[in-house]
């Protein structure tokens, strides 16, 4: 094997990605008046081994700590400082007060490795003219809810009342593709109460936090943003244009009346156009409505879109159907690339969500709510783990052959095997 293929292969290995989150941590200002003997990088490379680890619990992980195969990872493997592990209690003081937004740093490095070394190449999507570019999912999904504890991140419902309320949402997005079993998360971004304000955060205000984000990250990344209905607005449309990227939205009757209507007297005038594909080997047929340049709305200032409905039929006879709105150009050529694209969106609710909340990541497990922003930053660590593990199954020879060792793989299975993996390499 040549050298430049045993470099990629290295900078695939935990160790290196493990390494890179670590040098990340170094640079996250210790907030504490008086220093103590444990070093603040340590707090913060225990939590991150946590979360890793996907151990269940503060206290679980405070137990194992002093388990021969979790001490010997913790000092080699994590780079905690002499391998001294803070108490639980001590993680969660030190890790409150921290500004979330330090977390994000790791995402952008981690990234930059896929695609410094080529990995990024099997997620381009190509579409008509557009060769270069890649699919990002987009969506908010829920943290958090309780009706009595809280912190100073916590979003209130029924301010005031008997059944006052307190919740934090997430916003994630992800690198995807059609043909991808892995997704490649970019920093997510915290549905949560904003400094100097009393009002509630929402999903339509996050998003233009976490697009302003990923444009500062990777200002050359050629994106094609795909999103829920939620968002099919002329604002959220015009930001999408401003920074160069394009869009794939979902479009529901309910939300959409001018647009459908708009549709509906353009198939009158014969302007929509069909299309249609048989596929054989399947026996499944999908057909095409499409137009281009409708207007979106009635508003005074309205875009303007290219509509694609779509209509799956399986081979035995069941029909889904699908409309989005676009500004790629529609043509017999690119609907079915766009169809691809556009359900490509589901990426994020089952490759991303579901995993973090069901198979061993426990997104919506409370390790500890904090005062100030305990909550916010384990969910950031927990999609930084997820963003390792993501890496590595992607493109690390060794983790791929753990993880495909039995004949039906599971990722429970490697997780409980992970620390020994470790120590045994
Ligand atoms: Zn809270």
């Known amino acids: 094997m040549g050298t430049l293929a045993q470099e990629k292969i290295r900078q695939f290995s935990a160790t290196y990605l493990i390494k890179t989150v670590s040098e990340c941590f170094k640079k996250i200002p210790d907030h504490r008046p008086n220093k103590c003997i444990i070093p603040f990088t340590n707090f913060l490379k225990s939590a991150f081994a946590m979360m890793h ?16 195969v979790n001490s010997y990872n913790l000092k080699k493997l994590y780079l905690v400082k002499d391998g001294t592990v803070p108490s639980d209690t001590r993680m969660r003081e030190v890790l409150d007060p921290v500004d979330p937004i330090e977390f994000k740093t790791p995402f952008k490095k981690l990234f930059n490795i896929v695609q410094r070394n080529g990995a990024l190449k099997g997620f381009e999507f190509k579409c008509g003219k557009l060769k270069d570019h890649y699919l990002l999912p987009v969506d908010g999904t829920g943290l958090f809810y309780s009706g009595s504890c809280r912190c100073d991140d916590c979003c ?24 991808q079993k892995t997704v490649l998360p970019l920093a997510p971004e915290a549905i949560c109460k904003q400094d100097g304000t009393t009002k509630n ?39 999408i244009r401003e920074y160069g990227w394009h869009f794939i ?37 999908h057909r095409f409505r499409y137009a281009n340049n ?14 694609l409905d779509y209509i799956e039929t399986d081979k035995y006879g069941n029909s889904h159907v699908w409309c989005w709105i676009t500004d790629i150009e529609l043509t017999e050529n690119t609907v079915e690339s ?21 198979k061993g990541y426990q997104l919506e497990h409370s390790y500890d709510h904090g005062e100030y922003h305990l909550a916010t930053n384990f969910a950031y660590l927990t999609f930084l783990a997820f963003l390792v593990d993501q890496i590595q199954e992607l493109a690390c020879p060794r983790f791929q052959q753990a993880l495909n060792k ?20």
């Open 53 to 68: 680890l996907k151990c269940d619990s503060l206290l679980a992980f405070d137990k194992e700590r002093f388990e021969k």
């Open 156 to 179: 209130i419902i029924n301010k005031g009342k008997k059944n006052e309320a307190y919740y934090h949402n997430i916003m994630g997005g992800c690198i995807v593709h059609p043909t």
């Open 201 to 239: 955060d929402c999903e339509k205000v996050a998003i233009r936090r976490f697009l302003a984000q990923v444009k500062h990250d990777h200002p050359q990344l050629k994106l094609i943003i795909l999103l829920d209905g939620l968002y099919a607005d002329n604002p959220t449309i015009a930001l």
């Open 249 to 285: 939205i979902v479009a529901k009757d309910g939300n959409h009346v001018s647009l459908i209507e708009a549709m509906n007297e353009l198939y009158d005038q014969g302007v929509v156009k069909h299309h249609t594909i048989v596929d054989k080997q399947k026996n499944t047929t």
């Open 294 to 307: 409708v207007t979106l709305n009635l508003q005074d200032v309205a875009e303007q879109v290219n509509v």
């Open 338 to 358: 766009v169809m691809r694209g556009g359900r490509c969106r589901w990426h994020i609710e089952n490759q991303t969500f579901n995993t973090l909340k069901n």
């Open 406 to 425: 039995p004949a039906k793989p599971t990722r429970k299975r490697l997780w409980k095997k992970f620390p020994a993996y470790f120590l045994l390499c």
